[in-house]
């Protein structure tokens, strides 16, 4: 495995660069929790592909062409966690609490895999963990930039897209606002392709700032109540006059606006209240 390993990260650094400017594959974020770990947010990074049938195999990083998925504070890591979730068992998040909101990187499962749906462990590489693993399990960022990678094998069902075409690849838990680069080998329609560069490609992870969602709103002195809408959606009333804006995950401003009753209708997302003229600021998510 040792020597397939690092034949597989050298020919990766052949013509590495060649993928990057034609990645049909992209990552979204999916939040978990807010205040998992107080005033932390837990969020999943999912690989989005094409094809149903489309499989992700590994998820790497080396020298001539870095992976990282970092923070600007730190990842909490559970002292009862590891760097995958490979040995996690649900059946003990009642008496270990805040282990589902340990940071780890994964092909296609949260937990133990179930050799009966055809799910694998995921493996590491190297298994010198001072790579890069290390680092990570600290608290710090994920870096890989000498030899890294995390992978399944074709044949086993962690890497399949299935009809939502997604991926898990990771669970992060932080106040801070993530970032990053990744670089993801997919056989599309679960076929490898001659060139073994054609299946590899360099993908950026959109910025995701989890203190905007684990910020402690501020109420006193504003009221802020809220109504879900049939069909999606929800009204707003708000104590006073009021600015408000919606965020995406990203922290892209989507839509804003002016009520001078407190009173408005949004989609779901992170939304930010400005009272007039109390000045006071609360951020909300809503899914």
Known sequence: MRLFSLFLLACLAMTARGQQSAAPYSFEWEVVAVDSIPGMTTVRLYAVLVNPADYLTSVSGWDEMAGSVETTTSFYQDPDGWATPNNNNPLLYDILPTLRYDSWVTIGIDAAPIGAEGEIPVGLFP???????????????????????????????????????????????????????????????????????????????????????????????????????QGGGYVHLVGEPCHWTRFDLSGREVESGWTQDGRFTSRGGILRVTGAPSGRVIRLWFP
């Open 127 to 229: 298994p010198e963990t001072s790579f890069w693993v290390d680092e990570f399990e600290a608290g710090g960022d994920l870096v890989m930039d000498i030899d890294g990678a995390w992978f399944v094998t074709l044949g086993s069902s962690n890497g399949t897209a299935g009809e939502d075409l997604r991926v898990l690849v990771g669970q992060f838990t932080t106040d801070g606002v993530i970032s990053g680069y990744l670089n993801l080998q997919v056989f599309s329609n679960g076929v490898a392709s001659a060139e073994f560069m054609d299946d590899v490609y360099s993908i950026t992870i959109p910025e995701f700032d989890a203190g905007v969602l684990s910020e402690e709103p501020e109420r006193e002195g504003m009221s802020w109540t809220v109504q879900p809408v």
